[in-house]
């Protein structure tokens, strides 16, 4: 019985490296070896190897990096960071932080950029960093190679979050879509969001949408944010709201469902209304197609 106990755990523990995704291997590279031991780090301990960036990835539940360096015969190296996060949304949110919508984007995992000594992608849970250093003429080649072998090992691809299909496009800024994991606006009652900036003749705004677990969630956060604001109104239905933030201006807010949708930085109240209702027609779009 005791035996039998004993190959129980094993087979646990076995599945569980699985799921956690602990059997990557970091792959052979030609002209290239490892350099040492792989290191890996935990929540407990990231800071040792990102000390001042370590709150913003543990903001975004990240369980585990393993770093592994390859050097050549010309003592050039290449780092590999392999950082996992506790979804592939945690994970897109914190690669969402780091890139900037101008960078030199490359057709890797769900999507990846690269620039002079760095590329980095995302696939699945998995925000990768690839850095090199004394490489040469050959540097963004080599670079490429390494991410595509790594992402081969990793076998996880996806997309990026689905909702982000519900911003319209006129006026988007490419690849400005975010995550906030937590504390929207600086409110812990707004939980996570996702934003998207845009951009038309002579005005900059962005656009937000929280997505509750159901829809008396989001009646609560209504609720709260009236309070927080000290807004007059008293009913909480579906529909809009504008409400006067004293740390954001005034906002405009819709509610349906479990979504709450809106808009910051823009003035123009038509604008408002326009994209307000460009986004419900997206949203709808979407969970329409979603039944079908």
């Known amino acids: 019985m005791k035996r039998i106990s004993v190959i129980l755990v094993l087979i646990i523990l076995s599945l569980s490296a699985v799921v956690h995704g602990k059997e990557f291997k970091f792959p052979e590279i030609s002209g290239w070896k490892q350099s040492g031991e792989i290191q890996t780090f935990m929540p407990q301990t990231l800071y040792e190897y990102i000390d001042g960036a370590a709150d913003l990835c543990l903001f975004y539940d990240f369980e585990e990096l393993k770093v592994a360096e390859y050097q050549n015969e010309k003592k050039a ?7 996992r996060h506790k979804t592939p949304i945690h994970a897109f949110g914190i690669y969402s932080q780091e890139r900037l919508p101008s960078a030199n984007y490359i057709n ?70 975010k995550f906030i994991a937590k504390n929207f606006l600086g409110y812990s009652f707004l939980h996570s969001s996702f934003t998207v900036d845009y951009e038309l003749p002579g005005v900059k705004f962005k656009l937000f949408v929280i997505e509750g677990v159901d829809k008396s969630e989001c009646e609560e956060m209504v609720r709260k944010y009236i309070q927080q604001t000290r807004s007059l109104r008293k009913d909480f239905v579906e529909g809009r709201y504008t409400l006067s933030d004293p740390y954001h201006g005034e906002v405009d807010l819709h509610w349906k469902g479990r979504h709450l949708w809106g808009i910051l930085s823009l003035n123009d109240p038509l604008l408002r209304q326009k994209y307000l209702r460009l986004f419900e027609e997206g949203l709808y779009k979407v969970i329409t197609d979603r039944n079908k």
């Open 108 to 177: 890797i995992g769900i999507q990846g950029y690269i620039e002079s000594n760095v590329l980095n992608f995302l696939t699945g849970p998995y925000y990768v960093k690839i850095s090199s250093y004394n490489i040469g003429a050959e540097n963004q080649e080599i670079l490429l190679t390494i991410a595509k072998k790594v992402s081969e090992n990793l076998r996880e691809k996806g997309t990026l979050p689905s909702i982000l299909a519900f911003f319209p496009e006129e006026g988007k800024v490419k690849n400005s879509e």
């Open 77 to 83: 190296s290449v780092t590999v960071d392999v950082y």
